[in-house]
């Protein structure tokens, strides 16, 4: 998938709509607290499926940038922020060069020992599809109360069940983006995994086996939002920090994930100098000052410790070829 191009303008023309006529973006999630029918949408279903990020004529060097969300609990503002600041996502990657290509893939995690949906994951994206994507997601709201949610299912997901030629051609890792304020279980259940992946697993996997399996293929971040229910848990964190440790970044509004998600690869992909680089490139892409200083805030500490990074070209897309007469970037 992923064969369409971001328009700007088409993104902003909905947006502007939805305002005028009270209509919410997430249709889905509306339409289940109307009918009271809670299943998982079709197209975001994750049993029996791989998702595939593949590269195209007009994407011929694909990146894959997976962004996997909690939405119960006190974290279901996040799909609201990222859906809002989609545009602005999208400039800062193609616009200054970051990501020439991204394709984006939308999904959600609860928790898959008491939600009804725990587990819902879109396709890989380069258009509007991805907004699409965000509106098929149900905002459940659910968890267990345990201080645990099952991102590790998410995780055997994207390590099991995605396809992206940004590896498999150029060995080139994608992107992989999980955010919540609580703890993964300890293993991979094999019983959850066949009710809701349909993987005939033999046993249980645990967790650390799980996540080294994904960053095989994928650049894997978590983002703690810290002014959520269990943000500052110091038992949160450290559970992370164990099993990623400099990619655990802690963030103190959750309102600044785009700005975040964006420095990230912006600084994974060896286009900046420095944080203070990111800011401006931020700012220029429209994104509001106090979100951006939150964000470059929250990556310090990763900047501080990360390996070194061989640098690429900065590269920023030439200003007359930067929108086209559609709008598209």
Not at 135 to 158: C, D, S
Not at 209 to 225: C, D, S
């Amino acid at each position: 998938m992923g064969f369409s191009n971001w328009s700007d303008q088409a993104y902003k023309a909905r947006q502007s709509q939805r305002k005028q006529t009270n209509q919410t973006a997430f249709t889905y999630d509306q339409h289940i607290r109307q009918s009271g029918q809670v299943r998982v949408h079709d197209q975001m279903n994750p049993h029996g499926v791989v998702r595939e990020s593949r590269d195209s004529d007009e994407h011929p060097e694909s990146v894959a940038i997976g962004v996997i969300f909690d939405v119960t609990g006190s974290m279901g503002n996040v799909p609201r922020v990222l859906q809002t600041k989609l545009g602005a996502l999208m400039r800062v990657l193609i616009q200054k060069g970051y990501v020439e290509h991204p394709q984006v893939l939308f999904g959600a995690v609860g928790d898959a020992y008491t939600d009804a949906v725990p587990l819902q994951i879109g396709q890989f994206e380069a258009g509007l599809e991805m907004d699409d994507e965000l509106g098929k997601i149900y905002l459940e709201g659910g968890g267990g109360g345990q201080v645990h949610e099952t991102y590790e299912l998410a995780v055997y997901f994207m390590a099991r069940h995605t396809s992206i030629d940004c590896w498999e051609k150029r060995r080139k890792k994608g992107y992989l983006f999980t955010i919540g304020d609580e703890k993964p279980y300890a293993v991979v259940r094999r019983q959850q995994v066949i009710q809701l992946i349909g993987d005939p697993v033999q046993a249980d996997i645990p967790v650390e086996t799980i996540m080294a399996e994904v960053q095989t293929r994928y650049e894997h971040f978590h983002i703690i939002p810290t002014n959520t229910s269990h943000g500052q848990s110091a038992e949160v964190q450290g559970r992370w920090k164990e099993l990623l440790g400099e990619r655990v970044i802690l963030l103190e509004d959750e309102s600044a994930v785009c700005e975040t998600i964006a420095l990230a690869i912006g600084l994974c992909e060896g286009k900046l100098d420095d944080l203070y680089d990111g800011v401006q490139d931020l700012t220029q892409a429209g994104y509001d000052a106090h979100a951006v200083q939150v964000a470059s805030t929250a990556l310090d500490y990763y900047m501080a410790t990360r390996a070194p990074i061989v640098r690429s070209a900065r590269g920023t897309v030439p200003a007359a070829a930067a929108v086209l007469d559609d709008g598209r970037l």
